[in-house]
Structure formats: structure tokens, C-alpha cells
């Protein structure tokens, strides 16, 4: 276990020493699913030389030559294939890029570099065809843009399967983590009557298409299917709030939607948050404790268990390797001001040119954030203490009375990465602060009834996940690190 304030921090797993450190897969040795074929990756590690085998996968590439031919078989298990040799060249005259296959013969030590262990075909046979005049992926360098155009074949990438490795590795991570701390998971809702973050970038929810839908039960035109204005959520806060009243350390991990027209590649209109609440925590410094714990721990997580994809994403760029080094070491993150950052913001601008200018009272901008975690802090850094109306309602106000209890988490990379603050537990200020806000009348009256009854000092923070993987894995856009990305003017598929 580990500490830096009154919340303390169960690890669970051993530290590493290099990035590419790594124990094999992120699954669990136990629970076997009946009789499913064991995966390459478990083929291999657990195979010795000589012993029959039967594989199944996809082709990647085919090579051959006069007297031998070679295959590489992937099954999305590792980052690399197997290589299997065939004796007879004729073994491999049905095989092209992207057909499936089962094979079967026998473990051998292999001569190259990139792998332990090759398979000795003894039999081949195509499960599925694949022609190979129009099969996408071919044995060449395809670009994201492209990759994102056949979003349907994708995940066949090298690129796309390790993210896709980490993206699951990474979850069980958080849920181990947050698990090993006694959070309880909450289900939050997809569909929700309420703007966490009032700031009305929601996408609306009508059945059949159109608002006027009469209510199912009334059948009054215009009362629509729910009887009142319901969105897609952009936050499960609010109702983790609600289970923060009954459970001490509660959290959720599910998708959130925001109808932000951004191009950029730090935005999608379809994401996953990570999001936690705990009561009874009176201290910000508390908060972060729990914020960084759980960066750390996710991180070290990946580097016990996808060592080869963090190397994959780290090579040739030292950067990104001292980047998850300095995330899992136990050196803390440094912590300073919204009024400290702006003051380095200012002295740094004469040199750094920043197209907009930092100035106190104004929310920091994506050039800004850079400059602090990259170029100052070169890692992360916590900012804390913004100004008041930069900020939602619900954030608990300072005794200085012009900047509130919270935090944003700035990395390289995707800049911000996590934000959070301690939650308003005044009945009577919040309740102001939500009248001035312009909310409908009695709309968040539940809200305000959690401050009624048996009130704690709370609070907690969220986490963009494919900002966490954009972060790990220096990608530019986003959009490479979700399965299906949605954003202004595309929903493929």
C-alpha cells in the first residue's frame, strides 16, 4: 500500500523497472471457458519445442520461395504474428493476405529475432477466403486516415491491434484498481434529464425521429415519449453523487456524448469517462492523491502486461519511455495554482508566443496546457484553484471567494487529462448558484435534496479514457483510439 494523505492506496501489482517490462497477457491464468482454442499468445508462452499444436488466425503475409514458403498468422493475441514454415511450397498455394486459417504441427525454436517459437506446418486448411487483388490491408505502410476509412477491417492493423490490447488491458486496470480500494461500481445512465456541465453541448433524445411524439401513456402530442426534455449524458456525476450519499467511494466507467462540432483531434461526440466520488473527504490534496493513484497504478498495470505495445508506441521516441516512467514512479506529481500557472504562462510568453494571451480570470487554453506539462513540467502537473465562473455550479467556492476547490490534471499530449474538484455540500449556496445558473424550475431539486439529507464534504473527478490512451501512445487524434469513432459529420457503420 501507499499513501500521500488521508486516503489510502492498495497497489496491485509489482513494479517494474523499464517500460517494456512485461508478464504476458492481461488476462487472468484462471476461469477457463470450457473448450476454446488457446490464443497464440498462450500457444507460445506455454508451448515448448516439439510439441503438436493446432492454431487458428488470420494471414498477414505470405513469402514463397522454391523450396520453402513462409506465413504470418496473427490471431490479435500479441503484437506480432506467428511465423509458419512450410517444407513444401505447394502447402501454400491457397493462402493469401487475410484469408483465415487452421493449422496444425509442431513448436520449434525459430532463428529470428522477433519471435521464440515458430510453428512447422504438417497441415493447412483456408477456413475463410480472402482475394487478395482487393483485400485492403496490404503488406505496406497505411496511414490513420486510411485505416479510419475501412474502419470495418482496422483492427487486422498492427497499429489498431495494440491499441486495441492496451484499450483492454488498461480497463481491467482502473477496474482493478478502483476494486482493490473498495469503490463500488455504479451503472450511470445513458439517457438523463440533466446538462452536468451547463454548458448545452447535448445531443436530445426523441422517439420516432422527431420532439412532437405523443407520450406513450397520455398520448398528448408534444409531451414526447418520457414527458419532459431528455439528452444523451455528458457525465454520470450527478448520479454518482446520489450513490456518494450511501456508498463512501463510488465510481462508474461508461460512455459519455457531446454534441461539440470540434474537428480536432482531441474530441469525439461518443467517449468513455472514468469518473469517481468519495464522501467524506474535506482536503483537494486528498482528491489528487486519489486521481494520481490511480494514473499510476493503471500505468504500471499496462507495463506489467503490455510491455510490447507501450515499446511498440515508445520506439525510437525516449520521450514517451521517460513519459511512463515518470507516471509510475512514486516521485509525486507537482501540484500549483491556477494564479502560479499563469504567472509562469506570462513569463514564458515572450519566448513561447502564445496566440492567446494568459491572463488571470481566463480559462487556460490548449496552447497553454502544452506549455505547462510539456515544455515546463515535462510530465504531468496538477493545477489547482481556478477562477469561480470558469468553473460549473456544483464546484465547493474557496473562502477567498473568487476561485473554487478543483483540479485539472495536464499531461503531454492530449493536455488535459483529468478534472475535478470537491462538490458544493451548502444546501442554501448551492441552491442559489443553481437558480442563477437558469436551470428549469425544480430540475435539479433532487440534487439539492442530497444536500438536505445527512450531507458529507465530497468529492471527485473524471478521466477521458481515450485521452489516457492517446497520452500512452503519442497518437495525434483520438479517433484512432476508440473502436467505431463518432464525430461531427461521421457515424460509420
Known amino acids: 500500500m501507499f499513501a500521500r494523505g488521508a486516503l489510502a492506496w492498495r497497489r496491485h501489482a509489482p513494479r517494474a523497472t523499464r517500460i517494456i517490462h512485461s508478464s504476458g497477457s492481461c488476462s487472468s491464468n484462471g476461469g477457463e471457458l470450457g473448450a476454446l482454442q488457446p490464443t497464440l499468445r498462450r500457444v507460445i508462452e506455454s508451448g515448448v519445442p516439439g510439441a503438436d499444436v493446432t492454431i487458428t488466425g488470420w494471414v498477414r503475409s505470405v513469402r514463397v520461395q522454391k523450396r520453402i514458403a513462409f506465413a504470418e498468422v496473427s490471431d490479435g493475441s500479441m503484437l506480432r504474428g506467428v511465423q509458419v514454415t512450410m517444407d513444401d511450397p505447394q502447402m501454400a498455394r491457397a493462402l493469401s493476405t487475410g484469408c483465415s486459417v487452421e493449422i496444425t504441427g509442431q513448436l520449434a525454436d525459430s532463428p529470428g529475432r522477433e519471435q521464440s517459437m515458430e510453428v512447422r506446418a504438417a497441415t493447412v486448411r483456408v477456413v475463410g477466403e480472402s482475394d487478395p487483388e482487393h483485400y485492403p490491408l496490404q503488406k505496406k505502410r497505411h496511414t490513420l486516415d486510411f485505416l479510419r476509412e475501412i474502419g470495418h477491417i482496422r483492427p487486422r492493423s498492427q497499429t489498431i491491434g495494440a491499441v486495441t490490447r492496451l484499450r483492454s488491458c488498461a480497463e481491467m486496470g482502473v477496474h482493478q484498481v478502483l476494486h482493490d480500494n473498495e469503490f463500488v461500481r455504479i451503472h450511470t445512465p445513458a439517457l438523463t434529464a440533466n446538462d452536468c456541465e451547463g454548458g448545452g453541448e447535448t445531443f436530445s433524445v426523441f422517439a420516432g425521429g422527431h420532439p412532437g411524439a405523443g407520450h406513450p401513456a397520455t398520448g398528448q402530442p408534444g ?108 516521485q509525486p506529481y507537482p501540484r500549483i495554482s491556477y494564479t502560479e500557472a499563469i504567472d509562469i504562462l506570462q513569463r514564458a510568453d515572450a519566448a513561447a508566443k502564445f496566440e492567446f494571451k494568459p491572463q488571470w480570470g481566463r480559462a487556460l487554453q490548449s496552447e497553454h496546457e502544452r506549455y505547462l506539462a510539456t515544455s515546463h513540467f515535462q510530465g504531468p502537473v496538477f493545477v489547482t484553484d481556478y477562477p469561480a465562473d470558469t468553473k460549473p455550479f456544483y464546484m465547493r467556492p474557496n473562502p477567498d471567494g473568487r476561485t473554487v476547490a478543483c483540479m485539472d490534471l495536464l499531461v503531454p499530449g492530449p493536455c488535459e487529462l483529468m478534472g475535478g474538484s470537491l462538490r458544493d455540500h451548502d444546501y442554501e449556496h448551492l441552491r442559489r448558484r443553481v437558480e442563477s445558473q437558469g436551470f428549469a424550475d425544480g430540475s435539479l431539486d433532487w440534487y439539492l435534496d442530497l444536500r438536505r439529507y445527512g450531507s458529507t464534504p465530497h468529492g471527485g473527478f473524471g478521466m477521458g479514457f481515450e485521452r489516457y490512451l492517446q497520452m500512452l501512445t503519442g497518437l495525434e487524434s483520438v479517433r484512432d483510439l476508440i473502436p467505431f469513432p463518432r464525430y461531427a459529420g461521421r457515424c460509420q457503420h
Not at 502486461?305 to 508506441?313: Q, S
Open 223 to 330: 409531451d414526447g415519449f418520457f414527458g419532459s426534455n431528455v439528452n444523451l449524458t455528458v457525465s454520470g456525476q450527478l448520479h454518482l453523487e446520489v450513490y456518494a450519499a450511501a456508498f463512501k467511494r463510488v465510481y462508474t466507467f461508461n460512455p459519455a456524448f457531446r454534441a461539440e462540432p470540434s474537428q480536432t483531434g482531441r474530441h469525439l461526440s461518443e467517449f468513455w469517462m472514468v469518473e469517481a466520488e468519495c464522501a467524506f473527504i474535506d482536503s483537494l490534496s486528498t482528491l489528487m492523491d486519489v486521481g494520481e493513484g490511480l494514473v499510476r497504478s493503471t500505468t504500471q498495470h499496462l507495463v506489467d502486461h503490455t510491455g510490447d505495445e507501450l515499446g511498440f508506441f515508445a520506439h525510437d521516441n525516449e520521450a514517451r519511455a521517460t513519459l511512463v516512467r515518470r507516471l509510475t514512479d512514486r
